[in-house]
């Protein structure tokens, strides 16, 4: 897997987007960009995943530059449900997770 | 439909006991993986299966050992546990065929919050 490099920690007002940024220089062309999530020590959860082309889902969307070195993840509305550590993987079948992201998201 | 479940939910064990953390899932996954979540870090690859009868190392596999004999379940076995073993242990499960587009997603286990003392 390529290795990925995401912020520690971000903050987000509650109702406003949240973009979340990603960089993967090393991802090879068969690599796909997934982000998953975690809330407070359950689970991961995934949200999207794409190759080259932005993806929209009913939770998020995906951006991804034309060179596939960084994408960006976007939560349209943010509400305090989705403070959580955000994780940016790039790979195939097996999946490396980083330290991630932590959103913190305020009334 | 429950998903991914693991039991147990906690547990403690003293230097060299062994014990054996359950994973079934009821969604006809072919792939079944195995990662542990250390305090502050990201997850970490232990094993992974992709059918009954076939299962690979991956990051980091030692002092674990793994079966699949069914496609529902996929134990994870700690042989003489140690203090380093110490961690939160998620089981995970998804479907994928030759010839599909992408890796389907993988479906996350509550854990297990295991303590070696």
């Known amino acids: 897997d390529a290795k990925t490099t995401q912020p520690p920690s971000m903050d987000c007002a509650e109702g406003r987007a949240a973009n979340l940024p990603c960089n993967h220089s090393?991802?090879?062309?068969?690599?796909?960009v997934y982000w998953y999530r975690q809330i407070h020590s359950q689970g991961p959860q995934y949200i999207i995943h794409?190759?080259?082309n932005n993806e929209t889902n009913e939770m998020a969307s995906l951006i991804i530059t034309e060179d596939r070195k960084s994408s960006t993840l976007i939560l349209p509305h943010a509400t305090l449900r989705d403070t959580a550590v955000y994780y940016c993987i790039a790979g195939y079948s097996t999946l490396t997770f980083g330290k991630g992201t932590m959103l913190l998201v305020s009334p | 439909n429950a998903g991914v479940t693991q039991t147990p939910k906690f547990r403690i064990l003293k230097i060299g006991q062994s014990m054996t953390l359950q994973c079934t899932q009821d969604m006809n996954h072919n792939y079944m993986y195995w990662y542990r979540q250390d305090p502050g870090m990201g997850l970490k690859l232990i094993y992974y299966?992709?059918?009954?009868?076939?299962?690979d190392k991956g990051e980091v596999p030692n002092g674990y050992n793994v079966s699949r004999s069914t496609t529902e379940d996929f134990p994870l076995r700690l042989e003489l546990a140690a203090p380093s073993q110490t961690s939160v242990y998620f089981c995970?499960?998804?479907?994928?065929?030759?010839?599909?587009?992408?890796?389907?997603?993988?479906?996350f286990g509550p854990g297990t919050r295991l303590t070696v003392l």
């Open positions: 090393t991802i090879s062309g068969n690599e796909y």
């Open positions: 299966s992709v059918g009954a009868g076939i299962t």
């Open positions: 794409g190759l080259k």
């Open positions: 995970a499960s998804s479907y994928f065929y030759l010839g599909q587009q992408s890796p389907d997603t993988q479906y």
